[in-house]
């Protein structure tokens, strides 16, 4: 005991501060410890320290993630203050490649980045619009306008006919998409571009692989931070239509056109008094909000990071029927638990609230009842005559709170008043989802060895609810019956990974590489249920258990699906001095998707880079301080098909008689054929890359061309009709991809004032080179329930619009006469100021031999600009997107011979007189010349090109003293706005909008992109 005290007595108390060397900021959480002890404390969160140091000791040591380790000699001091260093190799930017983080300065893949800064820049509803307008080579379109809608992203262009969405991890945890998650919480997303960088997801990674890198907490005091928004959103533009002035007018002119007489007498036109603009009535302000709180710390040996989050929107067009709500929290962790073991885990939970209303329907749309529904009806009848006649029928026309609202006289048939479609829309959904990864890690004491195992799961539920209530909405449109549908869903998706990697450096000489396994195990199940007749009328009783007992009004269904995929990857890494590189990537996966001859695949790659710039006839030069080049070769796959469709199905069959009575009965038998050697699709992509510096990397610029062939499409083998059998999955068909992107990035610092600009482009040509069906070519659907008017074809885009070409307008007889054929009339129910149609095979008659490819809903071209500037405190950033090349097919712009609905503006530049136009053809009822009813190049099919000023952002920093004053690390505070400029000649509601699936490309009303106003606010303590 008493040497204990001696002992005690010759320590001595050193204290001292660590702060930054870069910025004077107090550094929390060091770590100080006596040389060559065990002896040692950290730094309080105001970077103060207190240790008792034995007597003999002769350094301190102090060390701290991101920072250089510095040692300190003690001599006779009792104060040290010590400054830190950044260490600049650990400042390094790096990006996430695939189970790795490799420097960026020595990546050989095609891999786009968007860091967090960038994704928190403009405001966004979803995490994938981040990647809008910032990644060349990745096309990013909204599948809708409407609150909670999806994205569709395409990977260096379309490559399927089927699923052509990508890959999405989010720390390690595989899924099919990322709506769910909060984007005040990711730190990174890197987008794997070309198929050798995807390769070390093989089966999965055909469509490109998006990684999603959430945040992690950090070494220091602890840090609170809020960032939030809320906004007003408006229509960006409404549609120009026909007034009811030009209405009538304008009905008078086609009957006049059809041989009748005007349908409003100058009386008639006189005496009204209703000129109802429908889209005023739907289109709305609405709110939209976002905010997030974080708490984020730790120390050396381990760190957390937790948040909460709400993002609401209430939709532009009927906020009570059209909203989202999102709620989200999150907690990420990870701790040190001895010298040789690490764990930690990254959890998320989410719930959205959603209620939708119909759109991109040609008849039952709001949207498009709102742009074809006559002017002449008022929103309600008020005229008590016609209300005592609603009341006599024997369903109740459309009403709110008894109410009645305007019917139609001018023979609409589908389209009805939006008013009441609105009032009578009833829909409901609601999804949880859980997504879970735990991890440890062991460095066994062998320098760069390193084994990591995860095990992650994806859990999720889902219900949703509608009702279509009794109601009369013309003479043609009624609802006789009320109805309920409910439906419900779960999933759980396990995922074990075992990762055993290696990396090891040998004088100039560096390897790194990696083996691991994956396991992951998918099951789901979904149950609807449908009544009609409910028994208790309205939306609080909308339950399927309100419906009759009447066997003939229910329906019911169910649906399992299972999906496994067990996989072997391996990667090795070689580099000399950081100037040469190599890297070799290889997959094998097995998934239960496929026959049992083609359950297993191989997916390799390669990777090369030589940076120019560390040779020695370029390291001095003055204007180039980097150059690399490289390239690559990778296969990867598409197991994205539904659960054994190599099977064959059996299932009810068309009805045949039985018995004496001959009653009908439905038959069961196969419905479908098996083919036990389907695959998956096969992705093969050669890519040529260069990134550059100059003038110390003020500007640099990326720069990749690419060939990428997919094989193996799927679709469905024709067989002949008397089997009564549909023909099996089979793999047909081949697409290619070829295109080029680059981007640059310019930055000026001077002073206080900081300046970037980034610009980039791609251009992609997509074709298709074989559909192996005895065909060349597969058709998909079409306008106004018609079929074949989208095409996969040997030779031409995927996919493409297949309709009539036209060569202007027929301006009197002799033209028409003049187009013969041996002196017969090509169009012989031709009238002057009908379309001239191109009789392309020559036989003089215009029929479906006539059909060509009139444009594509691909867009070959996508590009963005993004500028910021800062000046002491005060920011602005402008972020423009566009893109160009593709075809939309506006519906808005129909034409039923049988109703009297109205029209865009555009209609008036119609043909009305020899010379009046060459580019729109006559109004008429009778249209024996087919001018509206065929798909043609004329009246339905558009350029869809765009520019959009997405965002415009300024905002003003207090300073740093002020803030600390008030107990704040940073407060800032901003206005901005989402879609405030568009420029295109497209002239329905929204020419980013309608895209999803293989086949698209058609507007029958989609729901547009709101333009926002926001006042925003991000503060820390």
Sequence with gaps: MLSAYVSNAQDRMITGKVTSAQDGSLLPGVNVKVKGTSTGTISDFDGNYKLSVPEGSTELVFSFIGYTQQSVVIGSQTTINISLEEDVEQLEEVIVVGYQVQKKSVVTGAIASVKSEDITQTPIQNAAQSLQGRTPGVLVTPVSGQPGAGIDIR??????????????????????????????????????????????????????????????????????????????????????????????????????????????????????????????????????????????????????????GYFGQQGIVAPEKSNFDRYTVRLNSSNKISEYFRAGSNITFSREEKKGINEQNQFGGVLQNALLHDPLTPVWQDDPD???????????????????????????????????????????????????????????????????????????????????????????????????????????????????????????????????????????IQVGATRNNLQIPGWDYAWVNNGTDDETQKGNGKLDWQNRLVSFFGKVGYNYKEKYMITAIARYDGSSNFGPNNKFGFFPSVQAGWIISQEEFLKSSDVVNFLKLRG????????????????????????????????????????????????????????????????????????????????????????????????????LGTVRNQGIELAVTYSKRSGDFHFDITANGSYNDNKVMEVANGDGRIPGPGLFNTQGQLMMEEGHTLPYFYGFKTDGIFQNQGEIDAHNKEGALIQPDAQPGDIRYVDLNGDGVIDNEDRTNIGSPVHSWTYGLNIRMDYKGFDLSMFWQGQAGAKLVNGTLRHDLRQGQNYPTRWLNRWTGEGTTNSFPRFSYVDANHNYDYLNDMVHVEDASYLRLKNLQIGYTLPEHISKKAGMSKLRVYVSGNNLLTFTEYTGMDPEVGHGGAWFGFDNGSYPQARTYLLGLNVSF
């Design 632 to 731: 690559s070769w990778g296969r990867v796959g598409n197991e994205r098909i539904e659960a054994f469709g190599y099977l064959e199905l059996f299932g009810v069959t068309p009805s045949y008689p039985y018995g004496t009575a001959q009653t009908m009965v439905p038959g069961y038998g196969i419905t479908r054929m098996a083919n036990p050697d389907l695959k998956w699709e096969a992705a093969q992509e050669i890519d040529l890359g260069v990134d550059v510096g100059f003038l110390d990397d003020k500007i640099t610029a990326t720069f990749d061309v690419y060939s990428r062939e997919r094989q193996d499409l799927l679709g469905t083998l024709p067989v002949p009709g008397f089997t009564g059998v549909s023909g099996p999955n089979y793999n």
């Design 155 to 308: 990977v260096r262009g379309t490559g399927s006919n089927g699923d052509n969405t990508p890959l999405y991890v989010v720390d390690g945890v595989q899924m099919d998409n990322i709506n769910f998650l909060n984007p005040n919480d990711i730190e990174s997303i890197e987008v794997l571009k070309d198929a050798a960088s995807a390769a070390i997801y093989g089966s999965r990674g055909a469509n490109g692989v998006v990684l999603v890198s959430t945040k992690q907490g950090k070494s220091g005091r602890t840090i609170v931070s809020y960032d939030g928004y809320y906004g007003i959103q408006e229509a960006w533009r409404k549609t120009p239509l026909l007034d009811a002035n030009q209405y009538m007018m304008f009905h008078n002119e086609g009957s006049l056109n059809s041989g009748g007489a005007p349908r409003f007498t100058p009386e008639e036109m006189a005496a009204n008094t209703t000129n109802t603009n429908w889209q005023d009535e739907i289109f709305q302000t609405a709110p939209i909000q976002s905010h997030s709180v974080q708490m984020s710390g730790g120390t050396e040996t381990s760190s957390f990071m937790a948040s909460v």
């Design 386 to 524: 016609v209300i005592a006649e609603y009341d006599t029928y024997p369903v109740k026309p459309a009403n709110q709170n008894g109410r009645y609202y305007g019917i139609s006289d001018q023979g609409l048939r589908e389209i009805v008043n939006p008013m009441a479609r609105i009032n009578n829309t009833y829909s409901d959904d609601a999804s949880n989802k859980f997504l879970g990864n735990i991890f440890v890690e062991a460095t066994p004491g062998i320098k760069g060895l390193k084994f990591r195992t995860d095990f992650g799961v994806d859990i999720g539920n889902w219900e949703n609810r509608g009702y279509n209530p009794e109601a009369y909405y013309n003479n043609v449109n009624q609802v006789g019956a009320s109805s309920v549908y409910q439906n419900a869903g779960s999933y759980v998706v396990y995922q074990w990974e075992n990762v055993l990697s290696y990396n090891k450096k040998m004088g100039d000489h560096s390897i790194d590489a990696l083996i691991g396994t994956t396991l992951r195990n998918g099951s789901g």
